[in-house]
DNA sequence: GGGGTTGTCTACCGAACGGTAGACATCGAT
DNA sequence: ATCGATGTCTACCGTTCGGTAGACAACCCC
């Protein structure tokens, strides 16, 4: 009845859906629960997204495009080595406090299989490029320690999006630490961990 | 018929499970493909373990135990700082090499909740207290960076689980990177890795 | 103002899920 | 030889799931 309109519509279901298949599991997830926090019937969640394996495919889509305009526009203006690492880490911990689900979602497709991380990652692409390239220029300059630079990147992303999705470790390790302030310490911690991880040591 | 015996059967349903739990996600794995894979039916299943969560206490339970003596028996005559911290590494890899699906369960165990993960970790919980004053103690010597040494185990945590169980983020990063050979290489980075955050920095 | 398009709904389906009831077979102990 | 405990099975149930069929209403265009 009410026809919110067809474009945003869609992009609300999505949210939603990247919400809950985060927080859930792509299997944990039901099509009736993201459409009723919607508030629509699942058939209208089905007249957009023919089935659940398409929703999941425009979430990848849409999460990928929307890491790629954070992480571009955190670059934007930035020079030093290390000033260009720290603002992309925190860009995406900016990120992550607005949306708590989206480093989830981002894990979960990571564990739904290479096919659907590449959804995702695919879109990604050139900023993956630049950020090795980048970390190979530094390397070459002396900035950086000497080292594989795409498994220092593979590294580096395990590295901050664990300390975004292991909350539940983080309170058994760490104890009693949720909402803004934990996250920001969180964010504290990961940041020295990879500058010490990228600044050249004299010994060994 | 065959009347496998209790203990074992039971101990096979729970690796079984752990198996698939860490592939597909608690609640993407199904009673019956669990009882299929152990060459039994669903309700022999659901006489060890009466429910669906039953099953998946039993699977923390075990997961922490195994865990626990893995590391406990890695650390057996180690002395040096680095050597036990290496060694912790190693012998956790090698745990993934033989069981992969292993680390999977484990962020599974993570990703339900608190209250899972402490079946899990509450069997680690010396094994936690000693790598926390382990830490302090190598801080205290110098020999180890300065910083909050529980928010560090965290990080470290993150950064080897991550490596073990983020194989697509690994295949889009860096490209083909399958088998035992990836699994070596993998452990040298992470290896470095926190090396490099361990080691005492002069600048700042 | 009639007709196609778009959006939302009610009603329903078959399959798979977790779980129950209970028959039956095997075994150790008496 | 019998009996209770243990282990495995067949049969079934209620719910939920992803998905289909089709009615109907609002809107746009001509």
Redesign the pocket.
Known sequence: ???????E??STLVEEAIRQFGREG??G???????RAV??????L??????????LEACLQAAGVRLAEVIAQALEGKEGYWERAEAVIHAVFALAAEWPEFPMFVREAGRLGPEAFERFAGVLDPLRRRAVDFLQAGMDDGQVRKQDPAMLLFTLYTAVIGSLTEASVLNAVVGADRGRASLRRREKEVTAFVRAALEPVGER
Chains 1, 2 share one sequence.
């Open positions: 009845m009410p026809r919110t309109g067809g474009a519509r869609r792509y299997a997830a039901s099509l009736d629960d993201i459409s508030g629509v019937r699942k058939q209208t089905l007249y957009y997204f023919p089935t659940k394996d398409a929703l």
